[in-house]
């Protein structure tokens, strides 16, 4: 089952509530499976065992399967003809997986399985903030952060997702355990360069990005978690992990993709800095001589939320992360990402091949200054906190059975 098809806009319609719905999912799957016979790792919620015998791949669908429709069962503001085409397509989905698994008593056992694990889930996610109040507080100073106006209706245009910085983290102990040290002082050396560095390459119409650096930003503007967890099932496929290992992988790529997102988003909505569309047009007040204000400038890419630190960078941290510690930096043969982005014209390619998992960051901090999104401090200090997170999740929980905690 493909478990980034059917979240529904509030859920699934920005990547990090996306990355929180994911991380549910494969966090029950991963249950399900290391509760089948002989423990190799602690589990995440679900300490019950089950027979050896049990069907993991029908424990597997009944996990994401009860897991998804919770998710679209209860995410508010969701029209009922949407959520009842929705809840039809999973059922249909889930119907498939099962019709490829034998019929008998390990099938009904692996579906018990599952759905155990699912409840677990569901229950320990219940009032967990999800679809809460908006984090942020409206403030016109400089420095902060204002959204941007449609032009269409002359409503600003608003953070889909404002709550997820408030959300209950998977792992880590808080929602600001990872706070950065925040963005570059107005008046300082630092601001000044990187405010020039992104007024010249990010601008809508700038005369200094190259052609493949444009091309290389719209690519950027897709789902971190389905390109990695797409990257994720591709090399365990390709080292051989079993299905235990694999879900294990999965499940450390998402529980700790989705801390570092909630984190990120708290970070986000405490600094509430700017935007280099808003800093540009209002350079004058920032009380900085080496920066100048241009009223019309505009970036190439747009984002609805505050600035500092890097959601991309703070979900491509945390991925990556995982997916050093399984398989190291640099991959014999590599690995292609396939873009979804929006942005990406006819004549773009879509699928584009990387050899490591630094190389691959190492863009990303670039494509984000080249998109007008981000100063490069945000980009660096948004890598940081997605590597943190990930080390602390690989070494609080799922450990092999044996190991202490730490």
Same mark, same amino acid.
């Given at each position: 089952?493909?478990?980034?098809?059917?979240?529904?806009?509030?859920?699934?319609?920005?990547?990090?509530?996306?990355?929180?719905?994911?991380?549910?999912?494969?966090?029950?799957?991963?249950?399900?499976?290391?509760?089948?016979?002989?423990?190799?790792?602690?589990?995440?919620?679900?300490?019950?065992?089950?027979?050896?015998?049990?069907?993991?791949?029908?424990?597997?669908?009944?996990?994401?399967?009860?897991?998804?429709?919770?998710?679209?069962?209860?995410?508010?503001?969701?029209? $009922?003809?949407?959520?009842?085409?929705?809840?039809?397509?999973?059922?249909?989905?889930?119907?498939?997986?099962?019709?490829?698994?034998?019929?008998?008593?390990? $099938?009904?056992?692996?579906?018990?399985?599952?759905?155990?694990?699912? /409840?677990?889930?569901?229950?320990?996610?219940?009032?967990?903030?999800?679809?809460?109040?908006?984090?942020?507080?409206?403030?016109?100073?400089?420095?902060?952060?204002?959204?941007?106006?449609?032009?269409?209706?002359?409503?600003?245009?608003?953070?889909?997702?404002?709550?997820?910085?408030?959300?209950?983290?998977?792992?880590?102990?808080?929602?600001?355990?990872?706070?950065?040290?925040?963005?570059?002082?107005?008046?300082?050396?630092?601001?000044?360069?990187?405010?020039?560095?992104?007024?010249?390459?990010?601008?809508?119409?700038?005369?200094?990005?190259?052609?493949?650096?444009?091309?290389?930003?719209?690519?950027?503007?897709?789902?971190?978690?389905?390109?990695?967890?797409?990257?994720?099932?591709?090399?365990?496929?390709?080292?051989?992990?079993?299905?235990?290992?694999?879900?294990?992988?999965?499940?450390?790529?998402?529980?700790?993709?989705?801390?570092?997102?909630?984190?990120?988003?708290?970070?986000?909505?405490?600094?509430?800095?700017?935007?280099?569309?808003?800093?540009?047009?209002?350079?004058?007040?920032?009380?900085?001589?080496?920066?100048?204000?241009?009223?019309?400038?505009?970036?190439?890419?747009?984002?609805?939320?505050?600035?500092?630190?890097?959601?991309?960078?703070?979900?491509?941290?945390?991925?990556?992360?995982?997916?050093?510690?399984?398989?190291?930096?640099?991959?014999?043969?590599?690995?292609?990402?396939?873009?979804?982005?929006?942005?990406?014209?006819?004549?773009?390619?879509?699928?584009?091949?990387?050899?490591?998992?630094?190389?691959?960051?190492?863009?990303?901090? $670039?494509?984000?200054?080249?998109?007008?999104?981000?100063?490069?401090?945000?980009?660096?200090?948004?890598?940081?906190?997605? /590597?943190?997170?990930?080390?602390?999740?690989?070494?609080?929980?799922? /450990?092999?059975?044996?190991?202490?905690?730490?």
């Amino acid at each position: 089952m493909n478990t980034l098809i059917g979240l529904p806009g509030p859920a699934g319609g920005a990547p990090p509530a996306a990355q929180i719905h994911v991380a549910m999912v494969q966090g029950a799957v991963y249950d399900a499976v290391n509760a089948i016979g002989p423990r190799r790792y602690r589990p995440y919620l679900l300490t019950r065992r089950f027979s050896a015998w049990a069907s993991q791949d029908a424990a597997v669908a009944a996990a994401a399967y009860l897991t998804l429709r919770d998710i679209v069962s209860t995410v508010p503001n969701l029209a $009922e003809a949407t959520r009842t085409t929705l809840l039809g397509t999973l059922s249909t989905q889930y119907s498939d997986a099962l019709a490829a698994v034998p019929d008998g008593r390990a $099938e009904a056992k692996g579906i018990t399985v599952g759905m155990t694990a699912a /409840e677990a889930m569901i229950a320990a996610r219940d009032h967990d903030g999800r679809f809460g109040p908006s984090q942020w507080v409206p403030n016109t100073a400089p420095g902060h952060w204002w959204p941007q106006t449609n032009p269409a209706t002359g409503q600003p245009i608003l953070d889909p997702t404002p709550w997820v910085g408030a959300v209950q983290p998977f792992i880590v102990e808080s929602s600001s355990q990872f706070r950065t040290s925040g963005p570059a002082k107005l008046d300082s050396g630092t601001w000044a360069t990187e405010f020039n560095e992104v007024k010249a390459i990010g601008a809508v119409n700038s005369t200094t990005r190259t052609a493949d650096q444009t091309y290389i930003a719209r690519w950027w503007q897709s789902t971190p978690a389905k390109s990695w967890n797409e990257v994720g099932r591709d090399l365990a496929r390709r080292g051989g992990l079993d299905a235990l290992d694999t879900a294990r992988l999965l499940a450390l790529q998402n529980l700790g993709g989705a801390d570092a997102a909630i984190n990120c988003w708290n970070d986000k909505y405490y600094w509430d800095f700017w935007r280099p569309w808003n800093a540009i047009q209002r350079a004058a007040e920032d009380g900085n001589p080496a920066t100048a204000p241009d009223a019309g400038w505009l970036p190439l890419v747009s984002a609805p939320y505050p600035e500092h630190p890097s959601g991309h960078l703070c979900l491509d941290g945390a991925h990556t992360g995982i997916l050093r510690m399984f398989f190291g930096d640099a991959i014999d043969g590599g690995y292609s990402i396939t873009s979804i982005s929006s942005f990406l014209g006819p004549a773009d390619a879509a699928t584009r091949h990387f050899d490591s998992f630094s190389q691959v960051l190492a863009e990303i901090v $670039e494509a984000r200054i080249w998109a007008g999104l981000h100063f490069r401090t945000a980009d660096l200090q948004g890598k940081a906190l997605g /590597e943190g997170v990930a080390g602390y999740v690989a070494t609080h929980r799922l /450990e092999p059975v044996g190991h202490d905690h730490h």
